[in-house]
Nanobody, 119 residues
Framework: QVQLVESGGGLVQAGGSLRLSCVASGSTFSINAMGWYRQAPGKQRELVATISSGDRTNYADSVKGRFTISRDNAKNTVYLQMNSVKPEDKAVYYC?????????????WGQGTKVTVSS
């Protein structure tokens, strides 16, 4: 199993920056892709950004050019650098990992970290 712990959420002014971190523990050898998702009040959870084991990245159109996802495999950590934050970025941000262990698909979610944006 993989356990994920996010940190870095908080209050940020519109136009400001915030950096989220997610540390994985447990069966980290099984992890392939890592990603960030978010869920705003009253809305469905949506993809923000993903990064593959080969560092290929994918972003939601709404965050392209403003957010950057990166990973440090030595630290089992994935980051989300959020720049030029907008009020609509307010949400709970969740870390997710996908991997395979002995032929089984392993999906893990973190508990979420809340991002609030003041205008």
């Amino acid at each position: 199993q993989v356990q994920l712990v996010e940190s870095g959420g908080g209050l940020v002014q519109a136009g400001g920056s915030l950096r989220l971190s997610c540390v994985a523990s447990g069966s980290t050898f099984s992890i392939n892709a890592m990603g960030w998702y978010r869920q705003a009040p009253g809305k469905q959870r949506e993809l923000v950004a993903t990064i593959s084991s080969g560092d290929r990245t994918n972003y939601a159109d709404s965050v392209k050019g403003r957010f950057t996802i990166s990973r440090d495999n030595a630290k089992n950590t994935v980051y989300l650098q959020m720049n030029s934050v907008k009020p609509e970025d307010k949400a709970v941000y969740y870390c997710k990992t996908d991997g395979i262990d002995m032929g089984w698909t392993i999906v893990a979610w973190g508990q979420g970290t809340k991002v609030t944006v003041s205008s």
